[in-house]
């Protein structure tokens, strides 16, 4: 069975341009995160997706911050205009249950360099 | 404000011994602490886990300590093999909020042959 997915694994965009980070997470998970790590620093919990509903988006840093996912299945998010401050590993993970935070499965990351 | 607190960035073992990885948490709600590894260019994958009403949790080679008056964990991996090699990162949890974990900034550890 195919893990946590996420495309691109690599991003290099310049300032003030626009960036579509993709997720795919384990078929059958209702349950998707986002998080992102800025280097040396802790992982930060971005939002959290049940099915095609927000569930909690309070990790978001700001409006240029954009997630859906649409049908449930696969998510996206998108940064635009892309700041120097939004680089850092973005990481998807995916769970069947929200009350086990150990069950949670994450994807290998999309390294996200603004220059 | 950082809430879960791994103080040490790395930690440096000899092949065999004993390696300790600490973490102090501030939040008294937290009541589920996590400990996942992560290699480079890999997600972090879980490890192992410790729920507040035990005060240790072992899993073959890895052992987690809960201090819960001292707000302070620890993850003890004992003989440590070179393959330990990565990441650790402790985090914790609210079991009767969002369940969430709030994560520490990390410790690299590097064990030596």
């Known amino acids: 069975e195919a893990g946590v997915t996420q495309f691109p694994s690599h991003s290099v965009i310049e300032k003030g341009q626009t960036v579509t980070l993709r997720c795919d997470p384990i078929?059958?998970?209702?349950?998707l995160y986002w998080y992102r790590r800025v280097m040396g620093k802790e992982i930060k919990f971005l939002l959290h997706?049940?099915?095609?509903?927000?569930?909690?988006e309070s990790g978001m840093p700001n409006n240029r911050f954009l997630a859906e996912r649409t049908g449930g299945t696969y998510s996206t998010l998108k940064v635009q205009p892309a700041e120097l401050e939004d680089s850092g590993v973005y990481f998807c993970?995916?769970?069947?249950?929200?009350?086990?935070?150990?069950?949670?499965?994450f994807g290998q990351g999309t390294r996200l360099t603004v220059v | 404000d950082q809430q879960v607190k791994q103080n040490s960035p790395s930690l440096s073992v000899q092949e065999g011994r004993i390696s300790i990885l600490n973490c102090d948490y501030t939040?008294?709600?937290?009541?589920?602490f996590l400990w996942y590894k992560k290699y480079p260019a890999e997600g972090p994958t879980f490890l192992i886990s410790?729920?507040?009403?035990?005060d240790k949790n072992e899993d073959g080679r890895f052992t987690v300590f809960l201090n819960k008056s001292a707000k302070h964990l620890s993850l003890h991996i004992v003989p440590s093999q070179p393959g330990d090699s990565a990441v650790y990162f402790c985090?914790?949890?609210?079991?009767?909020?969002?369940?969430?974990?709030?994560f520490g900034r990390g410790t690299s550890l590097i064990v030596h042959p």
């Open positions: 939040n008294s709600m937290f009541d589920y």
């Open positions: 078929s059958g998970h209702d349950n």
């Open positions: 993970a995916s769970s069947q249950d929200n009350r086990l935070p150990g069950a949670a499965f």
């Open positions: 997706f049940v099915k095609e509903s927000k569930q909690d």
């Open positions: 985090a914790a949890s609210e079991s009767g909020g969002s369940y969430i974990p709030t």
């Open positions: 410790i729920s507040s009403i035990k």
